[in-house]
């Protein structure tokens, strides 16, 4: 018997390799099934499934010493979706179906007892790794079809169960090619996320939050329980702007890789939101798992918001660890079979009460000054100076709202917002950077340096030790945010007094 092949992919991160497996069906010696290169528990278990896969297909299971071969062999190969592929290796080296077919196509699948295909997790991303390194068609379970679509530059086909594939590589029947997508209603209902405008008060947060989104800048916000902390961050993806196409297909990637798509559209065009409990692991946090490491919710907020509600009972220990992902926009991860990659560019929001008894009026207070700095101490300085905004809440003195003094709605901040954001990717788009918060600190003070007059409260608070090199440059990429919102061409003097007061310590 000749030597047959097919493709799969197997996923390190975000990032996908091409893996060929070689079947070798020959006659001779005790029937048997060999599987070489790297697989672990769950791929050995395959060679079960496949079998009686393929005999409840109809299809006779060569009485044959089989070997497949997964190269590159040096690569772990984890997870259930190699299980099409292998079954079409055999099938194909046993010359019971034609291999025309198998010739760049990638095959990916998790096969079920009677044949059924079910679905796995990172389609999307293994399949640009497939067009990456040439392949030109694909063929996935027919509930990830809609996910394989948005790969451009390779034809996908849906399939239910092997019996569908082994009759479509005979020529004898045919997949599916149109996803089928689900009504899904009133999208204006689905889509719509709560708007500011059933914030009562809190007129300095709310400004905060308008800077933050306009800038991509994280915050931080201090104050009693039940003055809106929570409810102003669960409104700032509401002011955010859509997600461009590669924005869009990274988030989806993440998503689809941690197994959090939605049935039938996948693609995510909103800026995620992301709110873990306190008691949540690090491991959940950054990622982490046996073998290699699945996306924590740091990286399930790329290109979104990562809110640490109650963020002093987070423990300093998972506090301290989000530092790295703040400034690299990227989290690494080294686990038994290898080290891995996620992407992790979110905008933090801290909400924490000033104390452990938290009540509603200071003067409540029963917790001795040591306390309050021992739980406000669990946000340590080198975190909070990674902060740019700090804002503290005021107590609620009043639920009810007089004639004309509505709070704006979240769509008419969302447009100071947008132009604001537009203004920014203007100036930097020779750069690539897409928000003020993004442009490093050396830029701002050589290229784009402000006079002398306008930095000179700045260079102040420098000099005698009120703000750190990394906070005076976070001050000025907050000001340049807020002559954004003021359409002025470049912050003056009132600007970064502005961005200075919003790292005011007694705001933290």
């Not at 998972?318 to 990659?341: P, V, Y």
């Not at 040591?370 to 503290?392: I, M, N």
């Not at 784009?448 to 001050?475: H, I, K, Q, S």
Request: glycine share 10%; hydrophobic share 40%; net charge negative.
């Amino acid at each position: 018997m000749a030597l047959h092949r097919t493709w799969a992919v197997a996923l390190f991160g975000v990032d996908g390799v091409v893996v060929e497996i070689e079947a070798d069906v020959r006659k001779g010696g005790i029937p048997n099934l060999h599987l070489l290169g790297l697989p672990d528990a769950a791929l050995q278990e395959s060679k079960n499934r496949v079998r009686s896969a393929v005999q409840n297909c109809g299809e006779d299971w060569p009485q044959r010493c089989v070997t497949l071969a997964l190269s590159p062999a040096a690569l772990p190969k984890t997870g259930t979706s190699y299980d099409v592929a292998l079954a079409c290796a055999v099938l194909a080296g046993a010359e019971q179906v034609p291999p025309e077919r198998l010739d760049g196509t990638v095959l990916l699948g998790e096969l079920a007892l009677d044949g059924r295909i079910r679905p796995v997790r990172g389609v999307l991303p293994g399949l640009v790794a497939a067009v990456r390194e040439g392949m030109t068609r694909a063929v996935v379970p027919v509930e990830s079809l809609a996910e394989a679509r948005l790969v451009e530059g390779i034809e996908t086909f849906g399939a239910e169960s092997l019996a569908d594939v082994i009759a479509w590589l005979r020529g004898v029947g045919e997949l599916d090619a149109d996803p089928d997508v689900p009504d899904s209603g009133d999208v204006d209902d689905a889509l719509r996320r709560p708007d500011l405008s059933e914030v009562l008060g809190q007129p300095e947060a709310r400004w905060a939050l308008e800077v933050a989104a306009a800038g991509g800048h994280h915050l931080l916000m201090t104050g009693p329980p039940g003055t809106g902390k929570t409810m102003l961050a669960r409104r700032l993806a509401g002011l955010l702007p859509p997600l461009t196409r590669q924005e869009s297909l990274e988030v989806t990637s993440i998503h689809s890789i941690g197994g959090l798509l939605p049935t039938g559209s996948p693609l995510i065009a909103e800026p995620p939101f992301v709110a873990p409990h306190h008691s949540t692991s690090l491991p959940g946090l950054l990622g982490g798992g046996a073998g290699l490491a699945r996306p924590g919710a740091v990286s399930t907020a790329h290109r979104g918001i990562l809110l640490l509600d109650e963020a002093c009972e987070f423990g300093a220990k998972r506090l301290e660890a989000l530092r790295t992902a703040l400034e690299e926009g990227e989290i690494r991860l080294s686990r038994r079979d290898g080290t891995l990659r996620y992407p992790a560019r979110f905008q933090l929001v801290l909400a924490t009460n000033p104390c452990p008894c938290a009540p509603v009026r200071d003067v409540d207070c029963h917790c001795a000054p040591q306390a309050r700095r021992r739980y406000l101490g669990k946000l340590s300085g080198p975190l909070v100076d990674r902060v740019d905004l700090r804002v503290r809440m005021r107590p609620i003195t009043s639920m009810t709202m007089l004639p004309g003094t509505e709070p704006e709605s979240s769509e008419i901040v969302r447009e100071r917002v947008a132009h604001a954001r537009a203004t920014a990717i203007e100036r930097w788009s020779d750069f690539g950077w897409q928000t003020n918060a993004d442009v490093p600190g050396p830029v701002l003070r050589r290229q784009f340096a402000l006079p002398a007059e306008a930095t000179a409260l700045l260079d102040r608070g420098v000099e005698v030790g009120a703000v750190t090199a990394r906070g005076a440059d976070r001050c000025l990429r907050v000001a340049w945010t807020l002559a954004d919102l003021d359409r002025r061409p470049r912050p003056g003097a009132d600007h970064v007094a502005a961005a200075l007061e919003f790292r005011d310590r007694r705001s933290a």
